[in-house]
């Protein structure tokens, strides 16, 4: 005689055991990559937690393996990694990073790379070039990132490279509420915001609109008997007697910002104050900006800025509570552009 099967019709509420059916609760995991510890602490600080222990190991053959030692699973994972020098090194460990991620079982990835790397790579400006950006895109996404958040990003097409959802931060908010603080009254009264090149001036314009300030544009021009080298600044705008703010998205050589503020001073500038998001501080930068033509160099903490390319004149604002609240947003379904006034 057959026996009879017993079976549990899981649709019924009533017939699943006890303890069997649990709601999910969402998990927030940040991780952090070599680049940047220092960075990747405070956001976690900010937000209230502790990176996830992660095993590193670079191999004397230079290949590198990363290892979470706890369980992700299910999480809402986070990656912070910036990609200062050496940027090959930390782009590849980041792959390995989300690939690692993506094999333990974490529900969604997110990068959180303040600085983008390639970013000046957007567009052929020649035959025969690559758009290296777009590249950086595909591999992020190919190794796991469901999501990428980065700050003020060279070039705000690059966030079409990508088929997910992109967070583009702004430092502005952080940087203008320095310069609130700090600005006399008397400074505030003569201050003109100057673009170092007319493919910023979009940007320069919406901080002339909120500090209340006129508007520069320097133009640069080169000299066909010099190559890759800019010899002449035109100055479009009022300059002569004024404090000037040149703001710009990242310094990299400083050759242009440093050009730009003889060219100011030359021309009558009282002061002339530099506001970059990014201090990427290749040699000689550090030498450069200390020329008796820049006044003060005001930069956030995008990237690490070793001992030896700090001066006097620099000043370094904290990011980390910026990418901490956008992170904080993101998890908790909110809205990243709530927290630039709908500018984002």
Same mark, same amino acid.
């Not at 782009?91 to 333990?104: C, V, W």
């Not at 969604?108 to 567009?123: E, G, L, M």
């Given at each position: 005689?057959?026996?009879? @099967? ?9 017939? /699943? ?108 400006? @020649? ?90 544009? /320097?133009?640069? @021009?080169?000299?066909?008997? !010099? ?30 910002? !440093? ?11 009282? @002061? ?7 201090? /990427? ?54 809205? !990243? ?8």
């Amino acid at each position: 005689m057959a026996r009879k @099967r017993k079976t549990v019709d899981l649709d019924r509420e009533n017939d /699943i055991a006890p303890g069997l059916v649990a709601k999910t609760k969402k998990r927030l995991v940040v991780a952090g990559g070599r680049s940047h510890p220092a960075l990747s602490a405070d956001v976690a600080a900010a937000i209230g937690t502790e990176l996830v222990p992660t095993e590193y190991r670079t191999f004397a053959s230079g290949e590198i393996l990363t290892r979470f030692e706890v369980s992700i699973r299910g999480c809402d994972f986070f990656l912070i990694q910036s990609f200062g020098p050496p940027v090959n090194e930390w782009l590849m460990e980041t792959l390995i990073m989300l690939d690692a991620a993506k094999r333990a079982s974490a529900k969604r990835i997110t990068v959180v790379a303040p600085y983008y790397p390639y970013s000046r790579q957007d567009k052929k400006s @020649r035959g025969r070039e690559p758009i290296s950006a777009r590249l950086v895109a595909d591999l992020l996404k190919t190794a796991g990132a469901d999501r990428v958040m980065s700050v003020d990003l060279h070039a705000a097409q690059i966030q079409g490279f990508f088929d997910g959802p992109v967070d583009h931060l702004f430092a502005k908010p952080v940087l203008l509420e320095y310069f609130e603080r700090t600005l006399s009254a008397a400074d505030r009264a003569k201050l003109t915001v100057v673009s170092p090149d007319t493919g910023r001036v979009r940007v320069a314009d919406t901080w002339s609109d909120s500090l209340g300030a006129p508007l520069a544009i /320097i133009h640069k @021009r080169r000299d066909p008997n !010099v190559a890759n080298q800019v010899t002449v600044n035109e100055i479009v705008g009022q300059v002569d007697g004024r404090v000037c703010l040149l703001v710009d998205d990242m310094i990299d050589t400083g050759g242009t910002i !440093v050009k730009a503020a003889e060219a100011l001073k030359k021309n009558g500038a009282e @002061r002339v104050i530099v506001a970059a998001t990014h201090a /990427i501080f290749s040699d000689p930068a550090a030498q450069r900006l200390q020329s008796d033509a820049i006044d003060e160099v005001v930069v956030t903490d995008t990237v690490p800025i070793p001992e030896h390319k700090r001066f006097p004149s620099l000043t370094i604002l904290p990011i980390a509570p910026l990418l901490a609240r956008a992170i904080h947003e993101v998890f908790e379904d909110g809205s !990243v552009t709530s927290m630039f006034d709908g500018a984002a």
